[in-house]
């Protein structure tokens, strides 16, 4: 027979005592980790394969086993589990601890590779040496500190994936799409690329989506003639990045919202959602920081556009007999179509924007402005700085920085999802789609809600969805990734996801 929860409140001070079997699943897990770990100091490990395989099986069984201990027999609905109580999750000492690992990982992962054994020329030594063997038989080359990164952040997502199937295994909908990110992260995020790189080492990617704008750089010149010198299937690579970032993203957005990628397909998303699920009440919930939120992650997506176009400005020619798109016939044609689109959205949601619609006039404001000084300028520089050092300073600050050190080490103490939140440029890009014409929206029962507070509470993106609840407002925000843990949540069925007319707002 099932338990009953008679006590659902956020703030309840019980919560049960690690039993036997999930003390010794995390003392599997961990023991899996530290294997991993011992290879830091260059053990003489007799068959690296082995070692690894059990290494990383250890990690899968034993998140995959706590995870069911932990939610076996439950009722289903809110599970709360002391969220506000545990050390790790509000917070405390084991919280900061985890940042702090967690941080210094990402910092010696990005800039000190050498201390986690890999080698330029040589041979690796090692935590990069272990992974050597699985490199090889996936892509034929020896290991380097991504395929790791790469390798670690699939076991992650596939186990605490497991972990959060368990979880919410009574409501469809979250089940479907935690498959679904733990499908494209496995096959079309690392084992498609690599296997493909074993059999065609010209092409120039590491993942299959090629999606502008968050692969900042899928336009750079190394690029774009990689796909070019590769055949079909780089010409066909490069196609479909084109045909992804300016069909089907917005028909996609369109019917669905941005949740098809945000909750569904996205890595970034997938790793929030599963080994970030336990720290998503930590995001800021507060009115100054949904204003940061807007200005920080549009300003973001101003500076991708700007860039990205003085960068593929930089190697176009000025003679038009040789080729027909030509700096000048580039530069026109961003700026007609940031011309456009803006206008469009001007004239016809301006009243439903309001004020929005007049931040947006000023962003193409700014873009039109930089394309202008990008012309005038000598040595392909914009705002006076060189393209290229403008991107090198964008991967630093923003692909490396806040979406790896901060967007993720910092999970235990700004939530699962900064880096969405604040500085992708992808999620700002369909966000504003999502704001101006999709389907998506929550919708709200405001008689049924009880106002516990659970859906805002558990909305890592920093939506007050209560309000919307208590009013009875259908809920179309920008921010919203569609993840439906609000209505997994809330004991009234108070909310529900749906596709509608975007007229019905």
Same mark, same amino acid.
């Given at each position: 027979?099932? !338990?009953?929860?008679?006590?659902?409140?956020?703030?309840?001070? #019980?919560?049960?005592?690690?039993?036997?079997?999930?003390?010794?699943?995390?003392?599997?897990?961990?023991?899996?980790?530290?294997?991993?770990?011992?290879?830091?100091? %260059?053990?003489?490990?007799?068959?690296?394969?082995?070692?690894? =395989? /059990?290494?990383?099986?250890?990690?899968?069984?034993g998140i995959s086993w706590h995870g069911y201990e932990s939610y076996k027999g439950l009722p289903e609905g809110i599970k709360n589990n002391g969220v506000w109580f545990r050390s790790?999750?509000?917070?405390?000492?084991?919280?900061?601890?985890?940042?702090?690992?967690?941080?210094?990982?990402?910092? /010696?992962?990005?800039?000190?590779?050498?201390?986690?054994?890999?080698?330029?020329?040589?041979? %690796? =030594?090692?935590?990069?040496?272990?992974?050597?063997?699985?490199?090889?038989?996936?892509?034929? %080359?020896?290991?380097?500190?991504?395929? /790791?990164?790469? @390798?670690? #952040?699939?076991?992650?997502?596939?186990?605490?994936?497991?972990?959060?199937?368990?979880?919410?295994r009574h409501n469809r909908y979250e089940v479907i799409r935690t498959i679904s990110v733990m499908f494209f992260q496995t096959a079309f995020a690392f084992l498609i690329p690599e296997i493909m790189a074993r059999l065609n080492n010209t092409l120039p990617y590491t993942d299959l989506k090629n999606l502008w704008p968050l692969v900042y750089y899928n336009f750079d010149q190394y690029r774009v003639e990689g796909y070019l010198n590769s055949g079909t299937i780089g010409f066909a690579l490069l196609?479909?990045?084109?045909?992804? =970032?300016?069909? *089907?993203?917005?028909?996609?957005?369109?019917?669905?919202?941005?949740?098809?990628?945000? &909750?569904?397909?996205?890595?970034?998303?997938?790793l929030a959602e599963t080994a970030g699920d336990p720290f998503r009440?930590?995001?800021?919930? !507060?009115?100054?920081?949904?204003?940061?939120?807007?200005?920080?992650?549009?300003?973001?997506?101003?500076?991708?556009?700007?860039?990205? @176009?003085?960068?593929?400005?930089?190697?176009?020619?000025? $003679?038009?007999?040789?080729?027909?798109?030509?700096?000048? @016939?580039?530069?026109?044609?961003?700026a007609l179509f940031i011309t456009i689109v803006f206008a469009l959205i001007f004239i016809f949601k301006r009243n439903e924007l309001k004020k929005d619609a007049r931040y947006g006039a000023i962003g193409a404001f700014v873009i039109i402005v930089g394309l202008l000084l990008l012309h005038f300028s000598t040595g392909n520089t914009l705002f006076f700085i060189p393209a290229e050092t403008l991107k090198k300073a964008y991967g630093f600050l923003i692909g490396a920085i806040f979406s790896g050190v901060i967007g993720v080490g910092f999970y235990p103490l700004l939530g699962s999802r900064a880096w969405c939140r604040f500085g992708c440029p992808m999620a700002a890009m369909m966000g504003i789609q999502q704001r101006l014409f999709s389907k998506f929206r929550i919708t709200t029962n405001g008689g049924q809600c *009880?106002?516990?507070? %659970? +859906? &805002?509470?558990?909305?890592?993106?920093?939506? $007050?969805?209560?309000? #919307?609840?208590?009013?009875?407002?259908?809920?179309?925000?920008?921010? +919203?990734?569609?993840?439906?843990?609000?209505?997994?949540? +809330?004991p009234r069925g108070v909310l529900k996801l749906e596709n509608g007319s975007w007229k019905n707002v």
């Open positions: 027979m099932n !338990k009953i929860e008679h006590n659902m409140s956020l703030t309840a001070g #019980y919560f049960p005592v690690l039993s036997a079997k999930q003390k010794i699943s995390l003392l599997i897990g961990i023991s899996g980790l530290f294997l991993l770990l011992l290879s830091l100091f %260059n053990i003489e490990i007799p068959n690296t394969m082995s070692w690894l =395989t /059990v290494s990383l099986l250890m990690l899968i069984f790790l999750t509000n917070k405390g000492v084991l919280g900061w601890i985890t940042a702090v690992f967690l941080t210094l990982f990402y910092i /010696v992962l990005y800039f000190y590779p050498q201390y986690l054994g890999f080698q330029e020329s040589g041979d %690796n =030594t090692g935590l990069i040496a272990l992974f050597d063997p699985l490199s090889k038989l996936l892509n034929g %080359n020896p290991a380097s500190q991504w395929f /790791v990164y790469g @390798t670690l #952040y699939t076991i992650a997502i596939f186990s605490f994936g497991i972990k959060f199937i368990f979880k919410y196609i479909f990045g084109l045909v992804a =970032t300016f069909i *089907i993203t917005p028909v996609l957005t369109y019917k669905y919202g941005k949740r098809w990628y945000c &909750s569904w397909v996205c890595g970034c998303g997938g009440h930590l995001s800021n919930k !507060k009115l100054s920081a949904w204003k940061l939120e807007r200005w920080l992650i549009h300003a973001v997506l101003v500076f991708v556009v700007l860039m990205t @176009t003085a960068v593929v400005y930089s190697y176009l020619g000025e $003679d038009s007999s040789k080729y027909w798109l030509t700096k000048d @016939t580039f530069l026109i044609g961003v *009880i106002s516990c507070g %659970n +859906c &805002s509470t558990y909305c890592e993106m920093g939506i $007050d969805v209560r309000a #919307y609840a208590q009013k009875g407002q259908n809920i179309v925000r920008a921010g +919203c990734v569609g993840c439906g843990i609000c209505s997994a949540v +809330c």
